[in-house]
């Protein structure tokens, strides 16, 4: 009525929107009517549930009315890129007035548009719209009343991706025939997609020069592939992406989602943020001719906002959806260019978030989609947040902690402010005034508004009124109020030290987290993760991690990367994505080494089941480390090397201290004359560290360290004349030499001169640098490491293939040698020789679920042993089940896992059987280690009558075994036991073996020597009943 202006009313568009949007959502939440909605003498119609896609065999379901006889109509309009249209008949039927109905029909789409053709035809389905109206027929037969009318979006399935319908026909005999061949039958058409899932989980984006990399490939199919070629001049496709970002871009550009070819060059598509927030796109129209365009709309700070580009020969439409909890804002721009867009996807590779050139946005990345050949235009009511996205629940998170964050910045400053009022000076002018003011004062102290305070945040405010106290006018942040609830965490949990402590001080580590303290996100990430103390949260551990992570966490990173690499807690395998997360501590991790920090230590690969190691672990007031002083002062030039090392680096227990070792490495050099001490001293010299930076004194003790032979040297002075004295062809020189002596960084150097182009008289080349940054990887040096690893990312066309999963191995290597993962396991080895064996637990953990497998055995070591009892034994079982499994994935496993893994699949668990063939499986690979436990385990199991499989025998090269009797397969496990050189199985494998022996000869003359046989058996059996503990024992002490 208010829409009309009916029956006196006043036309009213606002008001009859009011109404209309009520019911309308009210609609959208209720599709299938209810009786009460069925309203007779009404023209309706509704379609109930119509598919999404372009489906076969649909069955859709209609709710119409009529108030007079009429007839239903439902047809199919089909829009094609050539820009024509089509309007197919699908079904009608008639509508009797007054009598509501629900009718099934299948829809019978065309075959055409569901199912695969022998070709693909030539014009190409854009979109479809399925529409069902309720008509009554005119006077001209030709014409009809369209009295009410729905609609609902199609969307078409890539060709390829469609399904082959399948015809009723009869084969000929031949045919079938044919069939029944081996050949046939191996020959399938490969399955390709035309959608590519570039993104499927939440990457976390620091704002640096690390994104994820990911390039195509040609179609292997020859009709896709021509189609791909010839639409290289006229593209047809759409990008769409998630992201949230945190923090205006700081540069000129920042990246989103950009394309490099194979000579470095940006070419279409290229999507970057500016510093006002906006987007710029970049298309390429030709050899090196490029054009942008800026669409004026804004991308909000701290909201998930899908931006898609959609790329039609000369047209681009960008678009942007934002939605904040259920507010929906919707842009998008349209953008003609004068030439045909030039789009190879198979050229070069793509860049999701910062790259080689460009850094990335600061914020978070949700899935990316590349649709290759399809155009999708979709409506801002379609747009939903991807589910991954509401399972992680960032928004709520920032959403939260801004309150918290507000609420500490009111207590801050009202808190400060009385400390100063307390500290001012005291200005009355008699003792009568003061008496005066003081009388004013209410009897008894009285909160201020602020003051109030909600029960969670009550250690927070006690912390708050401290500091106050403590910095008083000076005042302080919320990242100092991080720092000490994340310090009152650790507080607390050393003085309990045990699980029971985990649940009230989460509460703590997650304040710490909002307040800028990334240790603390990162410790409750593990926490979550683990279930150590706190019920297990694989989301929220996961939130927790992409929080520190996106604040350049190292060990969030390192988690991340692990998680993505191996596929767990739910998350899919991504080797881009993890390759992505371990480059970026990868190459922090060599400029970390350049300028060490007490927070940093050396990465030390400590087993806790290798009592040699422990025990050469010290500190400052150990002996150990005073009698290597001790040394070092009577001149003993390895035990001045071995204090300076261990000062500099924090190793073997020792806290750093790099003013002291500098002070070694000058006796050494100085007094000693030692090559390494001068070559160490000089470096420090060179670059400052420790002491005042003086390079021609450098240059004086790295010479004379040179003319003594010592390689390093060669290869630091060979730099001091590269970067000093600018003579390249004097530096390439010495880069050689040190490089025929195996120098890792005379390789790493070599490198980067072909990569540049500073080789004396040759151009750049890549592929010589390549060989370089092969040979300093395969020496030990990370930056070479992060080198080949970016080569293998990319290759380089016509020389080197890409290799992304070699390429992530290569930065996980060089990201586990960063010091802040050693300062961590320094803790957890240092609390667990202090016998803190929950400490010790719990930062094994954290190192554990970065990845690094020394760590993961020993927490799978500790729950084992289960010292001071401070897991339950069901926690204690899933601990070693998932860690010891967890160690096995490493690429060189400790051989004492490979024994207790089988060890469990031997003895199985309550929800799992044993696994007599994986736990000879393990055996044998411990086996092949050279371990006579697992040697002599698999011998223990054809004693029990156990056959080994035919592959377990061929990986022991004892296939000609695999039908003898047990006797004689015993002997030969138990002999090669026995046999293996420096080994502590001899002896308990000898018994075995004569245990054999003795039973054969029992079997033999049995009845001749009954009573000497019993007494001997009883004796045997005494002594093997010791020889699986006594021989593990001595395992524990292994290397």
Same mark, same amino acid.
């Given at each position: 009525m208010h829409y009309q202006g009916l029956h006196g009313l006043p036309v009213d568009r606002a008001l009859a929107h009011a109404y209309y949007a009520n019911i309308a959502f009210q609609t959208s939440d209720a599709r299938y009517p209810t009786r009460g909605q069925m309203v007779l003498g009404l023209d309706e119609i509704m379609l109930l549930n119509p598919p999404k896609k372009a489906q076969p065999n649909h069955v859709l379901y209609v709710f119409y009315s009529c108030k007079g006889p009429a007839i239903v109509q439902l047809d199919l309009?089909?829009?094609?890129?050539?820009?024509?249209?089509?309007?197919?008949?699908?079904?009608?039927?008639?509508?009797?007035?007054?009598?509501?109905?629900?009718?099934?029909?299948?829809?019978?789409?065309?075959?055409?548009?569901?199912?695969?053709?022998?070709?693909?035809?030539?014009?190409?389905?854009?979109?479809?719209?399925?529409?069902?109206?309720?008509?009554?027929?005119?006077?001209?037969?030709?014409?009809?009343?369209?009295?009410?009318?729905?609609?609902?979006?199609?969307?078409?399935?890539?060709?390829?991706?469609?399904?082959?319908?399948?015809?009723?026909?009869?084969?000929?005999?031949? =045919?079938?025939?044919?069939?029944?061949?081996?050949?046939?039958?191996?020959?399938?058409?490969?399955?390709?997609?035309?959608?590519?899932?570039?993104?499927?989980?939440?990457?976390?984006?620091?704002?640096?020069?690390?994104?994820?990399?990911?390039?195509?490939?040609?179609?292997?199919?020859?009709?896709?592939?021509?189609?791909?070629?010839?639409?290289?001049?006229?593209?047809?496709?759409?990008?769409?992406?998630?992201?949230?970002?945190?923090?205006?871009?700081?540069?000129?550009?920042?990246?989103?989602?950009?394309?490099?070819?194979?000579?470095?060059?940006?070419?279409?598509?290229?999507?970057?943020?500016?510093?006002?927030?906006?987007?710029?796109?970049?298309?390429?129209?030709?050899?090196?001719?490029?054009?942008?365009?800026?669409?004026?709309?804004?991308?909000?700070? =701290?909201?998930?906002?899908?931006?898609?580009?959609?790329?039609?020969?000369?047209?681009?439409?960008?678009?942007?959806?934002?939605?904040?909890?259920?507010?929906?804002?919707?842009?998008?721009?349209?953008?003609?260019?004068?030439?045909?867009?030039?789009?190879?996807?198979?050229?070069?590779?793509?860049?999701?978030?910062?790259?080689?050139?460009?850094?990335?946005?600061?914020?978070?990345?949700?899935?990316?989609?590349?649709?290759?050949?399809?155009?999708?235009?979709?409506?801002?009511? =379609?747009?939903?947040?991807?589910?991954?996205? =509401?399972?992680?629940?960032?928004?709520?998170?920032?959403?939260?902690?801004?309150?918290?964050?507000?609420?500490?910045?009111?207590?801050?400053?009202?808190?400060?402010?009385?400390?100063?009022?307390?500290?001012?000076?005291?200005?009355?002018?008699?003792?009568?005034?003061?008496?005066?003011?003081?009388?004013?004062?209410?009897?008894?102290?009285?909160?201020?508004?602020?003051?109030?305070?909600?029960?969670?945040?009550?250690?927070?405010?006690?912390?708050?009124?401290?500091?106050?106290?403590?910095?008083?006018?000076?005042?302080?942040?919320?990242?100092?109020?991080?720092?000490?609830?994340?310090?009152?965490?650790?507080?607390?949990?050393?003085?309990?030290?045990?699980?029971?402590?985990?649940?009230?001080?989460?509460?703590?580590?997650?304040?710490?987290?909002?307040?800028?303290?990334?240790?603390?996100?990162?410790?409750?990430?593990?926490?979550?993760?683990?279930?150590?103390?706190?019920?297990?949260?694989a989301n929220k551990s996961w939130l927790l991690a992409l929080l520190a992570a996106q604040k350049d966490d190292r060990l969030a990173l390192l988690h991340l990367g692990h998680l993505h690499h191996q596929g767990l807690h739910g998350l899919p395998v991504d080797p881009a994505l993890a390759y992505a997360y371990y480059a970026n501590i990868a190459l922090q991790t060599a400029l970390d080494r350049q300028n060490p920090t007490p927070e940093q230590t050396f990465v030390e690969a400590v087993y806790l089941n290798n009592e040699e190691v422990l025990n050469q672990q010290t500190d400052r007031d150990h002996h150990i480390f005073q009698w290597l002083k001790h040394q070092a002062r009577k001149g003993a030039a390895e035990a001045e090397q071995a204090v300076g090392r261990m000062l500099f680096w924090g190793q073997q227990g020792v806290s750093p201290n790099i003013q002291e070792a500098v002070r070694h490495y000058e006796r050494g050099a100085v007094q000693l004359e030692d090559p390494v001490s001068m070559y160490d001293y000089g470096i420090v010299l060179l670059q400052g560290q420790g002491v005042k930076k003086d390079v021609q004194k450098a240059v004086t003790f790295l010479k004379k360290a040179m003319d003594k032979d010592f390689v390093p040297a060669i290869n630091a002075m060979a730099w001091y004349y590269e970067q000093y004295e600018k003579d390249y062809v004097k530096a390439v020189k010495m880069w050689e030499q040190a490089d025929e002596l195996n120098s890792p960084d005379a390789a790493l150097n070599l490198g980067v001169m072909y990569s540049q182009g500073l080789y004396p008289g040759k151009p750049a080349d890549k592929f010589q640098a390549y060989q370089y940054y092969l040979k300093a990887a395969q020496r030990g040096q990370i930056r070479g490491a992060f080198q080949l690893a970016e080569i293998w990312t990319t290759g380089i066309p016509g020389h080197v293939n890409r290799r992304p999963l070699d390429a992530v191995l290569w930065v996980k290597w060089a990201a586990e040698h960063n010091g802040y993962l050693g300062r961590i396991l320094r803790k957890a080895l240092d609390s667990y020789l202090k016998s803190d064996m929950f400490i010790s637990v719990l930062y094994y953990l954290m190192a554990a679920e970065c990845g690094y497998a020394p760590a993961q055995f020993n927490v799978a070591y500790l729950c084992e042993q289960n010292p001071f009892s401070i897991m339950d034994p069901t926690s204690a079982s899933s601990c070693m089940w998932r860690y010891y499994n967890l160690t096995l994935q490493s690429q060189n496993p400790e051989p004492y896992a490979l024994i207790k893994m089988g060890d469990l699949l031997y003895g199985g668990k309550a929800d799992m059987p044993r696994d007599m063939f994986s736990a000879a499986k393990m055996y044998s690979h411990a086996a092949l280690r050279k371990e006579p436990q697992g040697w002599y385990n698999l011998g223990l199991l054809v004693a029990e009558g156990y056959k080994l499989p035919l592959s377990v025998l061929i990986s022991l090269s004892l296939s000609e075994l695999y039908l003898v009797d047990n006797i004689t397969l015993q002997s030969t496990l138990y002999e090669r036991c026995r046999d293996l050189e420096g080994k502590d199985g001899f002896l308990p494998c000898s018994i075995a073996l004569y245990n054999v022996y003795f039973q054969t000869f029992q079997n033999d003359y049995g009845t001749a020597v009954k009573v000497s046989t019993a007494v001997a058996i009883v004796a045997a059996s005494t002594v093997l009943l010791f020889i699986p503990i006594s021989l593990r024992r001595r395992v524990l002490s292994l290397n």
């Open positions: 309009i089909v829009f094609y890129d050539t820009g024509l249209s089509d309007i197919l008949r699908l079904n009608h039927w008639r509508c009797d007035p007054f009598d509501p109905k629900i009718k099934a029909v299948r829809l019978n789409l065309p075959d055409w548009l569901v199912y695969q053709a022998d070709k693909p035809g030539s014009q190409w389905v854009e979109r479809c719209t399925l529409e069902a109206a309720v008509t009554y027929p005119l006077s001209d037969d030709d014409e009809e009343l369209v009295a009410a009318e729905d609609e609902a979006d199609l969307e078409p399935v890539a060709f390829f991706e469609r399904p082959v319908k399948q015809q009723r026909m009869c084969n000929s005999w031949s =045919r079938e025939m044919l069939q029944l061949t081996p050949g046939f039958l191996k020959k399938q058409c490969p399955f390709e997609q035309e959608t590519v899932q570039m993104l499927s989980s939440v990457f976390a984006s620091t704002g640096e020069n690390y994104g994820i990399t990911k390039s195509l490939e040609p179609h292997k199919d020859t009709t896709l592939e021509y189609l791909r070629v010839k639409a290289i001049s006229s593209p047809w496709c759409t990008i769409s992406m998630w992201v949230l970002v945190t923090r205006n871009c700081q540069e000129k550009f920042c990246g989103l989602f950009h394309h490099i070819d194979s000579h470095n060059n940006y070419i279409s598509p290229v999507l970057f943020l500016t510093k006002s927030g906006k987007l710029h796109v970049q298309m390429t129209r030709g050899p090196e001719k490029t054009t942008a365009f800026l669409p004026s709309f804004i991308v909000p700070l =701290r909201e998930w906002c899908q931006i898609s580009v959609v790329i039609l020969t000369r047209r681009v439409t960008v678009s942007m959806v934002c939605i904040n909890k259920e507010h929906r804002t919707g842009y998008s721009v349209d953008y003609i260019f004068q030439h045909d867009i030039v789009l190879d996807d198979t050229e070069g590779y793509f860049v999701i978030g910062g790259g080689k050139f460009i850094k990335g946005v600061e914020g978070y990345f949700g899935p990316v989609v590349y649709h290759r050949n399809r155009a999708i235009l979709q409506s801002r009511s =379609r747009v939903v947040l991807p589910d991954v996205v =509401r399972a992680v629940n960032l928004t709520r998170w920032m959403q939260t902690c801004k309150a918290f964050q507000q609420e500490m910045s009111i207590k801050i400053n009202g808190y400060t402010h009385q400390a100063k009022k307390r500290k001012q000076p005291d200005t009355s002018f008699d003792t009568f005034s003061k008496w005066l003011d003081e009388s004013r004062q209410p009897s008894e102290p009285q909160s201020e508004l602020w003051e109030k305070t909600h029960p969670h945040s009550r250690q927070a405010v006690k912390l708050v009124k401290i500091l106050a106290s403590k910095h008083g006018e000076k005042g302080f942040n919320l990242s100092a109020l991080g720092r000490a609830l994340y310090s009152l965490s650790l507080h607390k949990l050393h003085k309990e030290s045990r699980t029971e402590v985990v649940s009230t001080i989460l509460p703590l580590l997650l304040q710490a987290g909002c307040l800028a303290d990334n240790r603390a996100l990162h410790m409750a990430s593990v926490l979550y993760s683990t279930g150590l103390g706190v019920k297990k949260q």
